[in-house]
T-cell receptor, first 114, second 115 residues
Framework: EAQVTQNPRYLITVTGKKLTVTCSQNMNHEYMSWYRQDPGLGLRQIYYSMNVEVTDKGDVPEGYKVSRKEKRNFPLILESPSPNQTSLYFC?????????????FGPGTRLLVL | GDSVTQMEGPVTLSEEACLTINCTYTATGYPSLFWYVQYPGEGLQLLLKATKADDKGSNKGFEATYRKETTSFHLEKGSVQVSDSAVYFCALSRRYGGSQGNLIFGKGTKLSVKP
């Protein structure tokens, strides 16, 4: 089954404690992306990657890091989480070119930073 | 910069009522346009899309037409069901040299359909 998976689905942590949210896709997509969803703001892109070892900032990259060492995985790293990073996070993937640009979304990770 | 504006909710309708959720966009060039749906507790799913002017996307009884002259992509359904209750997001895709770009989302419109 084609899917995007994220782990963990729920996480409560404290300010400053490094954490990683994993994302994996099994569709051989080149393009992967992270979004955060906040009430009244919709979804905003954090980082994206067009292929292995190719990443770039989205609209709200501050406080986040990513890496793309393998095509299927795109982890989101919060080196020193702060309460304003409490949010619902979505990973997405798609093919890079042509009309197959529909993005497939993971189920979301709800993060609470105390 | 590029942006998407959609009507604010929440929208509450009775079953079998007509639905319109307005969406307008600002973009350079010719973006693709999308409607995504988010059911409670789930991730986003593509509902429909249109890749060029005058294209009509349709799925599950929902329709939206890419109107370049009014820069709009309004979502419509003739008869809503309780199962349509969800949050709906309008989005556009920025492209760079023909390759995949980034999705820009509207803020979402929550739809509640009452029996």
């Amino acid at each position: 089954e084609a899917q995007v998976t994220q782990n963990p689905r729920y996480l409560i942590t404290v300010t400053g404690k490094k954490l990683t949210v994993t994302c994996s896709q099994n569709m051989n997509h080149e393009y992967m992306s992270w979004y955060r969803q906040d009430p009244g703001l919709g979804l905003r892109q954090i980082y994206y990657s067009m292929n292995v070892e190719v990443t770039d900032k989205g609209d709200v990259p501050e406080g986040y890091k990513v890496s793309r060492k393998e095509k299927r995985n795109f982890p989101l790293i919060l080196e020193s989480p702060s309460p304003n990073q409490t949010s619902l996070y979505f990973c997405a993937s798609s093919f890079l070119t042509g009309l197959q640009e529909t993005q497939y979304f993971g189920p979301g990770t709800r993060l609470l930073v105390l | 910069g590029d942006s998407v504006t959609q009507m604010e909710g929440p929208v509450t309708l009775s079953e079998e009522a007509c639905l319109t959720i307005n969406c307008t966009y600002t973009a350079t060039g010719y973006p693709s346009l999308f409607w995504y749906v988010q059911y409670p507790g789930e991730g986003l799913q593509l509902l429909l899309k249109a890749t060029k002017a005058d294209d009509k996307g349709s799925n599950k009884g929902f329709e939206a037409t890419y109107r370049k002259e009014t820069t709009s992509f309004h979502l419509e359904k003739g008869s809503v069901q309780v199962s349509d209750s969800a949050v709906y997001f309008c989005a556009l895709s920025r492209r760079y040299g023909g390759s995949q770009g980034n999705l820009i989302f509207g803020k979402g419109t929550k739809l509640s359909v009452k029996p």
